[in-house]
């Protein structure tokens, strides 16, 4: 038996427990992992609360990401006591994920564990830092760089966001940060924005071109603001959009694409191939501060992921949720 957060549905909708569940209920896999460390991300506060269509099959454990030892393996590239780190692939929507105590996978969706980081740092990490390292370099590879002028980064508070603001940061761009909470201006400064701008100039109906401000943008809202940032972007600008925060939708028009030339490039980090990832996980361990990570990261006891998942959804939670599962294994 072994501890795991288990999300079931009934005439109710979706209900969350910390449950005791049998190994035998492990979904297919070639390699079993003891799970060291997971985190609590936006897309598994939406499944936990069931505040929006994540899960796909029942019952679900969440759980995006984990990093721990591998116990068991039948895939060629891994053995017991490798060290692995997950991240996305469906992993807490179509198939058990990490906020448990044990996790079978396919080993092709394992990476290894990145030097210098420990697992704790993957998680501090965790699937947010990682898409934002792939939001940094999609600009890069668009050629979007640091004397071209300011790169805004939206929901900067968040997890996604906050590796943004430190990763731009340290690689030489002038970063503006976009947030909807004021008292984060000096986390937000900490982490190396130049500036801190509000949300709410960004959240209403805006001109379908308004006057040229970035050279580019990490955004994770979505909808509206997405709009307002693709009509301010300054000619060949370019904006990596990752998430949804904000909706869904984009109220936008084809002017800044047509007349500005300026580009929508969509970032994924779920089904995202091996070579980039391990790509990313190369990059972040070159260009992330570690002495970042400690002030961007709170940990959060395994029995308080549900509560914490609440939080999440209300755009409370600052920085990256980390969760302990068994950190001696790390």
Known sequence: MFRAILLEKNENGTQARVAEVDESQLPEGDVTVSVAYSTLNYKDALAITGKGPVVRS?????????????????????????????????????????????????????VPLQAPFTARDAMAIGTAGYTAMLCVMALERYGITPDQGDIL????????????????????????????RPEEASYLQDLGAAEVIPRGDYSEPGRPLAKERWAGAVDVAGGQVLANVCASLKYRGAVAACGLAGGMSLPATVAPFILRGVALLGVDSVMCPRAERLEAWRRLAQDLDPGKLAGLTEEIAFGDVIDTAGKLIAGSQRGRVVVPIAPKLA
């Open 58 to 110: 029942w019952p679900m454990v969440p759980g995006i990401d984990f990093s721990g030892v591998v116990e068991a393996s039948a895939h060629p590239d891994y053995k017991p006591g490798d060290r692995v780190v997950l991240n996305g692939w469906g992993v807490g929507e179509g198939h058990w994920g990490g906020l448990a105590d044990k996790a079978r996978v396919k080993g092709d969706w394992l």
């Open 153 to 180: 980064v939206t929901g900067a508070a968040g997890g996604v966001g906050s590796v943004a603001v430190a990763l731009l940061a340290k690689l030489g761009y002038r970063v503006v940060a976009m947030t909807g």
